[in-house]
Protein backbone atom coordinates (compact mmCIF):
# COMPACT_ATOMS: atom_id res chain seq x y z
CA UNK A 1 0.00 0.00 0.00
CA UNK A 2 2.75 2.16 0.83
CA UNK A 3 4.28 1.74 -2.79
CA UNK A 4 1.33 2.62 -4.42
CA UNK A 5 1.33 6.05 -3.20
CA UNK A 6 4.22 6.59 -5.44
CA UNK A 7 2.95 7.71 -8.48
CA UNK A 8 4.85 5.70 -11.28
CA UNK A 9 4.13 2.19 -9.27
CA UNK A 10 0.72 2.56 -8.88
CA UNK A 11 0.52 3.67 -12.71
CA UNK A 12 2.37 1.00 -13.91
CA UNK A 13 0.81 -1.54 -11.45
CA UNK A 14 -2.66 -0.33 -12.28
CA UNK A 15 -1.43 -0.77 -15.55
CA UNK A 16 -0.10 -3.86 -16.36
CA UNK A 17 -3.00 -5.23 -13.88
CA UNK A 18 -5.58 -3.78 -16.62
CA UNK A 19 -3.02 -5.70 -19.04
CA UNK A 20 -2.82 -9.00 -17.88
CA UNK A 21 -6.49 -8.95 -17.17
CA UNK A 22 -6.98 -8.65 -20.83
CA UNK A 23 -4.49 -11.58 -21.50
CA UNK A 24 -6.60 -13.91 -19.61
CA UNK A 25 -9.93 -12.54 -21.80
CA UNK A 26 -7.60 -12.93 -24.98
CA UNK A 27 -6.56 -16.66 -23.85
CA UNK A 28 -10.23 -17.85 -23.20
CA UNK A 29 -10.84 -16.03 -26.30
CA UNK A 30 -8.86 -17.15 -28.78
CA UNK A 31 -8.97 -20.86 -27.17
CA UNK A 32 -13.02 -21.14 -27.33
CA UNK A 33 -11.94 -19.42 -31.32
CA UNK A 34 -10.09 -21.91 -31.97
CA UNK A 35 -12.00 -25.01 -30.80
CA UNK A 36 -15.04 -23.47 -32.84
CA UNK A 37 -13.25 -23.02 -35.74
CA UNK A 38 -10.71 -26.08 -36.34
CA UNK A 39 -11.39 -28.60 -33.18
CA UNK A 40 -9.48 -29.35 -30.05
CA UNK A 41 -6.34 -29.41 -32.36
CA UNK A 42 -6.35 -26.04 -33.13
CA UNK A 43 -5.74 -25.34 -29.37
CA UNK A 44 -2.64 -27.64 -28.85
CA UNK A 45 -1.44 -25.94 -32.31
CA UNK A 46 -2.21 -21.83 -30.77
CA UNK A 47 -0.79 -22.35 -27.29
CA UNK A 48 2.56 -24.10 -29.08
CA UNK A 49 2.72 -21.49 -31.72
CA UNK A 50 2.68 -18.49 -29.06
CA UNK A 51 5.11 -20.41 -26.78
CA UNK A 52 7.71 -21.41 -29.48
CA UNK A 53 9.33 -17.39 -29.86
CA UNK A 54 9.74 -17.57 -26.17
CA UNK A 55 11.94 -20.56 -26.35
CA UNK A 56 13.73 -19.37 -29.97
CA UNK A 57 14.45 -15.68 -28.29
CA UNK A 58 15.52 -17.07 -24.97
CA UNK A 59 17.81 -19.45 -26.37
CA UNK A 60 19.31 -17.43 -29.44
CA UNK A 61 17.59 -13.77 -29.37
CA UNK A 62 19.86 -12.02 -26.40
CA UNK A 63 20.72 -8.84 -28.41
CA UNK A 64 17.43 -8.69 -29.93
CA UNK A 65 15.79 -8.90 -26.50
CA UNK A 66 18.56 -6.34 -24.92
CA UNK A 67 17.35 -4.01 -27.27
CA UNK A 68 14.15 -2.82 -26.06
CA UNK A 69 15.55 -2.79 -22.13
CA UNK A 70 13.48 0.63 -21.93
CA UNK A 71 9.92 1.57 -21.02
CA UNK A 72 9.62 3.93 -24.41
CA UNK A 73 10.10 0.68 -26.80
CA UNK A 74 8.27 -1.77 -24.26
CA UNK A 75 5.43 0.66 -25.25
CA UNK A 76 5.19 0.82 -28.91
CA UNK A 77 5.43 -3.37 -28.14
CA UNK A 78 2.53 -3.19 -26.62
CA UNK A 79 0.88 -1.08 -29.20
CA UNK A 80 1.68 -3.61 -32.03
CA UNK A 81 0.22 -6.20 -29.69
CA UNK A 82 -2.95 -4.11 -29.73
CA UNK A 83 -2.78 -4.31 -33.29
CA UNK A 84 -2.04 -7.77 -33.66
CA UNK A 85 -5.07 -8.82 -31.05
CA UNK A 86 -7.74 -6.41 -32.47
CA UNK A 87 -7.34 -7.63 -36.38
CA UNK A 88 -7.32 -11.28 -34.96
CA UNK A 89 -10.53 -12.11 -35.93
CA UNK A 90 -10.64 -10.78 -39.50
CA UNK A 91 -7.37 -12.46 -40.25
CA UNK A 92 -8.78 -15.87 -39.16
CA UNK A 93 -11.84 -15.36 -40.84
CA UNK A 94 -9.85 -14.71 -43.91
CA UNK A 95 -6.90 -16.57 -43.38
CA UNK A 96 -8.30 -19.26 -41.52
CA UNK A 97 -5.88 -21.64 -39.41
CA UNK A 98 -2.59 -20.43 -40.77
CA UNK A 99 -3.14 -16.98 -40.66
CA UNK A 100 -4.14 -17.53 -36.96
CA UNK A 101 -1.02 -19.38 -36.01
CA UNK A 102 1.25 -16.28 -37.49
CA UNK A 103 -0.56 -14.08 -35.35
CA UNK A 104 0.03 -16.07 -32.22
CA UNK A 105 3.51 -16.49 -33.39
CA UNK A 106 3.94 -12.72 -33.09
CA UNK A 107 2.04 -12.64 -30.21
CA UNK A 108 4.51 -14.87 -28.54
CA UNK A 109 7.80 -12.58 -30.37
CA UNK A 110 6.25 -9.44 -28.68
CA UNK A 111 5.83 -11.42 -25.01
CA UNK A 112 8.89 -12.54 -25.42
CA UNK A 113 10.56 -9.47 -25.78
CA UNK A 114 8.07 -7.22 -23.55
CA UNK A 115 8.24 -9.89 -20.33
CA UNK A 116 12.14 -10.09 -19.37
CA UNK A 117 12.49 -6.64 -19.98
CA UNK A 118 9.50 -5.31 -17.92
CA UNK A 119 10.44 -8.01 -14.97
CA UNK A 120 14.26 -6.38 -15.28
CA UNK A 121 13.18 -2.18 -15.59
CA UNK A 122 10.45 -2.46 -12.48
CA UNK A 123 13.42 -3.21 -9.84
CA UNK A 124 14.82 0.14 -11.13
CA UNK A 125 11.72 2.20 -10.04
CA UNK A 126 12.51 1.74 -6.00
CA UNK A 127 15.07 1.52 -3.86
CA UNK A 128 16.55 -1.66 -2.88
CA UNK A 129 14.81 -2.50 0.36
CA UNK A 130 11.88 -2.15 -1.95
CA UNK A 131 12.23 -4.63 -4.76
CA UNK A 132 10.52 -7.83 -2.84
CA UNK A 133 7.62 -5.96 -1.80
CA UNK A 134 7.23 -4.43 -5.31
CA UNK A 135 7.70 -8.00 -6.85
CA UNK A 136 5.20 -8.95 -4.80
CA UNK A 137 2.93 -6.39 -5.88
CA UNK A 138 3.73 -7.26 -9.56
CA UNK A 139 3.06 -10.94 -8.89
CA UNK A 140 -0.52 -9.72 -7.49
CA UNK A 141 -1.92 -8.77 -11.08
CA UNK A 142 -1.45 -12.06 -11.95
CA UNK A 143 -3.73 -13.43 -8.69
CA UNK A 144 -6.35 -11.18 -9.54
CA UNK A 145 -6.00 -11.62 -13.43
CA UNK A 146 -6.31 -15.54 -12.84
CA UNK A 147 -8.82 -15.23 -10.49
CA UNK A 148 -11.55 -12.86 -12.04
CA UNK A 149 -10.38 -13.18 -15.85
CA UNK A 150 -12.05 -16.56 -16.79
CA UNK A 151 -15.47 -15.97 -15.44
CA UNK A 152 -15.87 -12.32 -16.80
CA UNK A 153 -14.30 -14.13 -20.01
CA UNK A 154 -17.20 -16.76 -19.83
CA UNK A 155 -20.08 -14.37 -19.22
CA UNK A 156 -18.72 -11.80 -22.06
CA UNK A 157 -19.00 -14.44 -24.09
CA UNK A 158 -22.37 -15.22 -23.65
CA UNK A 159 -22.99 -11.84 -24.34
CA UNK A 160 -20.93 -10.44 -26.78
CA UNK A 161 -19.69 -10.75 -30.03
CA UNK A 162 -16.04 -13.29 -30.01
CA UNK A 163 -14.94 -10.16 -31.11
CA UNK A 164 -15.36 -8.69 -28.29
CA UNK A 165 -12.85 -10.06 -25.69
CA UNK A 166 -10.23 -9.27 -28.75
CA UNK A 167 -10.80 -5.41 -28.79
CA UNK A 168 -11.15 -5.79 -25.28
CA UNK A 169 -7.83 -7.18 -24.67
CA UNK A 170 -6.73 -5.03 -27.52
CA UNK A 171 -7.84 -1.73 -25.67
CA UNK A 172 -5.80 -3.17 -22.44
CA UNK A 173 -2.35 -3.15 -24.51
CA UNK A 174 -3.42 0.30 -25.54
CA UNK A 175 -3.42 1.21 -21.85
CA UNK A 176 -0.32 -0.39 -21.09
CA UNK A 177 1.74 0.95 -23.68
CA UNK A 178 0.10 4.85 -22.70
CA UNK A 179 1.35 4.30 -19.16
CA UNK A 180 4.98 2.98 -20.26
CA UNK A 181 5.21 5.91 -22.67
CA UNK A 182 4.30 8.69 -19.72
CA UNK A 183 6.71 6.44 -17.53
CA UNK A 184 9.22 6.72 -19.85
CA UNK A 185 8.93 10.50 -19.71
CA UNK A 186 9.03 10.90 -16.37
CA UNK A 187 11.56 12.22 -14.23
CA UNK A 188 12.22 8.46 -12.47
CA UNK A 189 12.06 7.23 -16.42
CA UNK A 190 16.19 8.26 -15.79
CA UNK A 191 16.77 5.01 -13.45
CA UNK A 192 15.87 2.59 -16.07
CA UNK A 193 18.50 4.13 -18.10
CA UNK A 194 21.06 1.91 -15.76
CA UNK A 195 19.28 -0.68 -17.81
CA UNK A 196 19.61 0.39 -20.76
CA UNK A 197 23.30 1.15 -20.60
CA UNK A 198 23.90 -2.19 -18.88
CA UNK A 199 22.21 -4.18 -21.68
CA UNK A 200 24.96 -3.42 -24.24
CA UNK A 201 27.23 -5.89 -22.55
CA UNK A 202 24.89 -8.54 -23.52
CA UNK A 203 25.95 -10.78 -21.12
CA UNK A 204 26.31 -14.64 -21.90
CA UNK A 205 24.11 -17.08 -20.38
CA UNK A 206 26.54 -19.92 -19.81
CA UNK A 207 28.82 -17.74 -18.40
CA UNK A 208 25.96 -16.44 -15.86
CA UNK A 209 24.75 -19.84 -14.51
CA UNK A 210 28.59 -21.23 -14.33
CA UNK A 211 29.37 -18.37 -12.07
CA UNK A 212 26.27 -18.71 -10.30
CA UNK A 213 25.12 -22.32 -10.18
CA UNK A 214 23.09 -21.95 -7.48
CA UNK A 215 20.66 -19.31 -9.60
CA UNK A 216 20.98 -22.29 -12.64
CA UNK A 217 19.50 -24.64 -9.93
CA UNK A 218 16.48 -22.15 -9.22
CA UNK A 219 16.06 -21.59 -12.50
CA UNK A 220 16.07 -25.31 -13.39
CA UNK A 221 13.78 -26.35 -10.46
CA UNK A 222 11.34 -23.84 -11.65
CA UNK A 223 11.16 -25.79 -15.31
CA UNK A 224 10.69 -28.99 -12.89
CA UNK A 225 7.62 -27.34 -10.95
CA UNK A 226 6.09 -25.90 -14.31
CA UNK A 227 6.11 -29.38 -15.37
CA UNK A 228 5.07 -31.26 -12.44
CA UNK A 229 1.77 -28.96 -11.69
CA UNK A 230 0.77 -29.43 -15.18
CA UNK A 231 -0.88 -32.83 -13.81
CA UNK A 232 -3.66 -29.80 -13.05
CA UNK A 233 -4.81 -30.30 -16.63
CA UNK A 234 -6.29 -33.80 -15.67
CA UNK A 235 -7.75 -32.80 -12.44
CA UNK A 236 -11.44 -33.06 -13.82
CA UNK A 237 -10.55 -36.93 -14.26
CA UNK A 238 -9.23 -36.58 -10.67
CA UNK A 239 -12.00 -35.50 -9.03
CA UNK A 240 -14.49 -37.74 -11.11
CA UNK A 241 -12.48 -40.71 -10.60
CA UNK A 242 -11.60 -39.79 -6.97
CA UNK A 243 -14.84 -38.17 -5.34
CA UNK A 244 -17.02 -38.98 -8.13
CA UNK A 245 -17.42 -35.36 -8.41
CA UNK A 246 -18.23 -32.79 -10.90
CA UNK A 247 -18.10 -29.41 -12.60
CA UNK A 248 -19.25 -28.15 -9.47
CA UNK A 249 -16.45 -29.28 -7.23
CA UNK A 250 -13.81 -28.46 -10.08
CA UNK A 251 -14.76 -24.32 -9.78
CA UNK A 252 -14.56 -24.79 -5.83
CA UNK A 253 -11.17 -26.74 -6.04
CA UNK A 254 -10.24 -23.62 -7.93
CA UNK A 255 -11.66 -21.05 -6.28
CA UNK A 256 -10.06 -22.46 -3.26
CA UNK A 257 -6.65 -22.54 -4.75
CA UNK A 258 -7.40 -18.61 -5.87
CA UNK A 259 -8.42 -17.51 -2.89
CA UNK A 260 -5.54 -19.25 -1.05
CA UNK A 261 -3.02 -17.66 -3.09
CA UNK A 262 -4.36 -14.20 -3.15
CA UNK A 263 -4.39 -14.10 0.82
CA UNK A 264 -0.82 -15.33 0.51
CA UNK A 265 0.75 -13.00 -1.47
CA UNK A 266 0.14 -10.25 0.95
CA UNK A 267 2.43 -11.76 3.00
CA UNK A 268 5.14 -12.93 0.22
CA UNK A 269 5.66 -9.15 -0.59
CA UNK A 270 5.98 -7.98 3.03
CA UNK A 271 8.04 -10.74 4.92
CA UNK A 272 11.52 -10.94 4.95
CA UNK A 273 12.47 -14.42 3.56
CA UNK A 274 15.10 -16.88 5.18
CA UNK A 275 18.37 -17.58 3.93
CA UNK A 276 19.74 -17.96 0.78
CA UNK A 277 17.00 -17.19 -1.83
CA UNK A 278 17.62 -19.84 -4.21
CA UNK A 279 17.51 -22.31 -1.71
CA UNK A 280 14.30 -20.71 0.16
CA UNK A 281 12.93 -21.03 -3.57
CA UNK A 282 14.05 -24.60 -3.66
CA UNK A 283 12.57 -25.47 -0.74
CA UNK A 284 9.22 -24.19 -1.48
CA UNK A 285 8.81 -25.76 -4.57
CA UNK A 286 9.57 -28.92 -2.58
CA UNK A 287 6.70 -27.85 -0.37
CA UNK A 288 4.54 -27.53 -3.28
CA UNK A 289 5.20 -30.95 -4.37
CA UNK A 290 4.60 -32.48 -1.08
CA UNK A 291 1.23 -30.75 -0.85
CA UNK A 292 0.07 -31.90 -4.79
CA UNK A 293 0.87 -35.36 -3.82
CA UNK A 294 -1.50 -35.16 -0.76
CA UNK A 295 -4.28 -34.44 -2.74
CA UNK A 296 -4.60 -38.12 -3.42
CA UNK A 297 -4.54 -38.38 0.51
CA UNK A 298 -8.00 -36.44 0.59
CA UNK A 299 -11.21 -38.63 1.00
CA UNK A 300 -13.58 -35.79 0.76
CA UNK A 301 -14.42 -32.58 -0.73
CA UNK A 302 -13.87 -30.39 2.15
CA UNK A 303 -10.59 -32.07 2.89
CA UNK A 304 -9.31 -31.77 -0.67
CA UNK A 305 -10.74 -27.94 -0.46
CA UNK A 306 -8.11 -27.21 2.18
CA UNK A 307 -5.59 -29.06 0.45
CA UNK A 308 -6.21 -26.65 -2.76
CA UNK A 309 -5.69 -23.23 -0.14
CA UNK A 310 -2.57 -24.32 0.71
CA UNK A 311 -1.27 -24.93 -2.08
CA UNK A 312 -2.53 -21.84 -3.21
CA UNK A 313 -0.81 -20.57 -0.16
CA UNK A 314 2.97 -21.32 -1.60
CA UNK A 315 2.30 -20.13 -4.76
CA UNK A 316 3.34 -16.71 -4.36
CA UNK A 317 6.03 -17.46 -2.61
CA UNK A 318 7.99 -18.90 -5.59
CA UNK A 319 7.49 -15.43 -7.93
CA UNK A 320 8.64 -13.32 -5.51
CA UNK A 321 11.48 -15.21 -4.66
CA UNK A 322 13.01 -15.80 -7.73
CA UNK A 323 11.88 -12.62 -8.96
CA UNK A 324 13.91 -10.57 -5.82
CA UNK A 325 16.73 -12.95 -6.34
CA UNK A 326 17.12 -12.07 -10.29
CA UNK A 327 16.62 -7.89 -9.09
CA UNK A 328 19.86 -8.47 -7.28
CA UNK A 329 21.78 -8.69 -10.49
CA UNK A 330 23.22 -6.11 -12.18
CA UNK A 331 20.62 -4.38 -15.02
CA UNK A 332 22.19 -6.55 -18.21
CA UNK A 333 22.28 -9.94 -15.81
CA UNK A 334 19.24 -9.39 -14.57
CA UNK A 335 17.73 -9.44 -17.65
CA UNK A 336 19.35 -12.25 -19.18
CA UNK A 337 18.37 -14.64 -16.55
CA UNK A 338 14.66 -13.35 -16.47
CA UNK A 339 14.48 -14.48 -20.37
CA UNK A 340 16.22 -17.78 -19.58
CA UNK A 341 13.76 -18.26 -16.86
CA UNK A 342 11.15 -17.65 -19.01
CA UNK A 343 12.30 -19.94 -21.76
CA UNK A 344 12.51 -22.79 -19.25
CA UNK A 345 9.44 -22.72 -18.03
CA UNK A 346 7.84 -21.85 -21.60
CA UNK A 347 10.13 -25.26 -22.36
CA UNK A 348 8.05 -26.82 -19.88
CA UNK A 349 4.88 -25.78 -20.01
CA UNK A 350 4.97 -26.73 -23.53
CA UNK A 351 6.38 -30.57 -23.74
CA UNK A 352 3.68 -30.90 -20.69
CA UNK A 353 0.83 -30.11 -22.61
CA UNK A 354 2.03 -32.28 -25.64
CA UNK A 355 2.48 -35.39 -23.22
CA UNK A 356 1.17 -35.15 -19.65
CA UNK A 357 -2.38 -34.83 -19.96
CA UNK A 358 -1.90 -38.58 -22.13
CA UNK A 359 -0.04 -40.34 -19.78
CA UNK A 360 -1.80 -38.95 -16.51
CA UNK A 361 -5.13 -39.40 -17.85
CA UNK A 362 -4.98 -43.02 -17.70
CA UNK A 363 -4.80 -42.94 -13.65
CA UNK A 364 -5.34 -39.70 -12.83
CA UNK A 365 -5.64 -40.25 -9.07
CA UNK A 366 -2.18 -41.91 -9.02
CA UNK A 367 -0.76 -38.97 -11.57
CA UNK A 368 -0.99 -36.85 -8.96
CA UNK A 369 1.26 -38.13 -6.05
CA UNK A 370 3.38 -39.24 -9.18
CA UNK A 371 4.12 -35.51 -10.07
CA UNK A 372 4.36 -34.17 -6.44
CA UNK A 373 6.54 -36.86 -4.99
CA UNK A 374 9.07 -36.44 -8.11
CA UNK A 375 8.87 -32.65 -8.03
CA UNK A 376 9.53 -33.16 -4.14
CA UNK A 377 12.96 -35.08 -5.28
CA UNK A 378 14.02 -32.82 -7.69
CA UNK A 379 13.11 -29.37 -5.89
CA UNK A 380 15.19 -31.09 -2.52
CA UNK A 381 18.31 -32.07 -4.63
CA UNK A 382 18.19 -27.86 -6.33
CA UNK A 383 17.33 -26.62 -2.57
CA UNK A 384 21.03 -28.80 -1.23
CA UNK A 385 22.99 -28.07 -4.70
CA UNK A 386 21.54 -24.48 -4.30
CA UNK A 387 22.86 -24.30 -0.57
CA UNK A 388 26.55 -26.04 -1.15
CA UNK A 389 27.05 -24.33 -4.31
CA UNK A 390 26.26 -20.97 -3.12
CA UNK A 391 27.25 -20.72 0.74
CA UNK A 392 30.56 -19.09 0.39
CA UNK A 393 29.43 -16.09 -2.01
CA UNK A 394 27.69 -12.84 -1.78
CA UNK A 395 24.42 -12.48 -2.91
CA UNK A 396 25.06 -9.28 -3.99
CA UNK A 397 28.11 -9.59 -5.76
CA UNK A 398 27.77 -10.85 -9.03
CA UNK A 399 29.97 -11.20 -12.14
CA UNK A 400 29.67 -8.52 -14.29
CA UNK A 401 31.51 -6.35 -16.87
CA UNK A 402 33.69 -8.20 -19.29
CA UNK A 403 33.05 -11.15 -17.42
CA UNK A 404 29.57 -11.85 -18.28
CA UNK A 405 30.44 -11.45 -22.18
CA UNK A 406 32.84 -14.22 -21.89
CA UNK A 407 32.10 -17.01 -23.54
Not at 31 to 47: D, I, P, R, T
Not at 74 to 80: I, K, P, S, T
Not at 297 to 306: I, K, T
Request: charge should be positive.
Amino acid sequence: MRLLRRGPVMLLWGAQTCSVFGDRLYAMAIMWLAWKQSGAAAMGWVAVAESVPYIVLGTLGRSLVARFAALGRLAVVDVVRAVLVGVLPLVWDTFGLAGMLACAVLLGVGGALFDPNLGALVPELVEPDDVQAVNGLMDLTGRIARIAGPGVAGVLLAVVPRQGLFWLDAATFVVSGVALAVLSGAPVAAVPTKAQEGAKIRPRARVLLRTRPETAAAIGVHGAGIFAHSVALVLPAFLVAHLHAGAAAYGAVLAATGAGSLAANTVAGNVRMPGSLPVFYCATWAVSGLILASAALAGSLPVLLAVSVLLGAVNPFLPVALSTHLSAFPPAARLRLMSVDLTVIRTAGTVSMLFVPGLAGADPVSAFPLAGLGLVLVAGAGSMAAWRLGRHRSPLAPVEGKELARD
